[in-house]
DNA sequence: TGACTATATTACCATATGACAATATAGTTG
DNA sequence: CAACTATATTGTCATATGGTAATATAGTCA
């Protein structure tokens, strides 16, 4: 967060955008879109999804700006519109593995320590 | 995200991180504790939120590893467990003012060109 | 135009989540 | 121990959200 205090509406919108990235269905979307574009049909298979799901879920991406899409006759082509996720994703990753480290250390320390709680 | 793919679990555990960050309230929490640490009861004047919200808000975040916490007397001092969160959020901020710019020139070019749709 | 394909939208249900009030728990102080 | 303070937990309600089936829309092709 930059140093000064964020407005609500700013706040809003940040969280809005994490809210967008809290679906492991949608991470998934990206993941694969990160391959190059694909169309609806193609990602329904590939995740095994229902048609209509992937297609508001690629609809709630395309609104957050973070896929884009273009039509080719009857297909609509997806493809990664902003790669500030995997920027993301890798950053929460690399917490989560320290965040696990230290877990592991916490819960293998010998006895006789004072626990923090 | 990194070049492997994710397996499902990794990729719920980033979208429960991501699903904590999107709350306005939960934002603002962390933006005050940036600050320095605070009890729950000053977070609950300095947010003007109920007690019982508050707490369970701080709950979440702490059960996420996103805040630590102290006991002292009575009190109980929560603080920031992971810088992370900033840098998540000016990235995401960023990533907005540059959406907005690019809407921006979207809708004030001049007319008669094709529009990406 | 009508049949067909691909995608989006709508409607419905079940579940998750936030706000809030009420209550429980832990610590302090007399 | 009783009274008090600070925080956590529980229960309830309203709303948001995901999954899915049904339907609508847009484009293609004969």
Redesign the interface.
Known sequence: ??NA??T?A???????????????F???I??HL?QGECTVGELVELLDGNQSNVSKHLQLLYDA?LVTR??EGNSIFYSIG?P?????????????AD?SRRDLKELTRPPGRKA??
């Open positions: 967060m930059p205090p964020l609500e700013t706040l809003e919108l940040i969280a809005r955008r994490f809210r967008t990235l809290g679906e492991p949608r991470l998934r990206l993941q990160e700006g273009r039509r902003d500030l996720v995997f920027k993301l994703c890798r950053m929460v990753c690399q917490s989560e965040k923090t709680r």
